[in-house]
């Protein structure tokens, strides 16, 4: 354990990249096993119970690209313009995360994932699941994020975000496929 702490340490950003696309990934793969994530119309039984690995892909590509870059480059961005774990410091940082890093993780994962699903109207999932989302969000987030900023490392606090990121984007994937949700053809 002393040895990954250290490569971990010695690695901050690419320890945290590929640890926040592997827990994107595990969620859509965690939703897509346990809560039957394939409900596109026309579906079999057979075909429910299959993984998705493309829908799994995506939800990779978007946690790589976007979320673990953004919430690495964010988290130091927020300790640097608010330092400290005191209460006010955290209750601040907890208040521009939920303005900020909210609205913009959220929009990105809908749209991002519209994007890359090649869909006529990118913006259909987002409007339609934003504030659900977001309202989740601020519940769950606005205490995870204390915890995280009062106690965890800043060298840790981009994998620490992943792993409760994890439970957040099962709800996220399981969300976008409610109500007839379906990839557009390739």
Known sequence: MNRAWAVFKAHPYISNILGYTSLFASADLIQQSLLGGKHAAGSTSEDSTSIDWGQMARVATVGFCFHANFNYHWLRGLEKMLPGSGVRAVTAKVVVDQLVAAPLTISAFYIGLSLLE???DPLEDWRQKFWTSYKAGVVYWSTMQAVNF???PPVARTVFLGGIAL??????CHLRQQ???RPSAS
């Open 167 to 172: 439970t957040f984007t099962i709800f996220l």
């Open 179 to 181: 109500h007839g949700h």
């Open 118 to 120: 090649n869909k006529d």
């Open 150 to 152: 009062a106690f965890v």
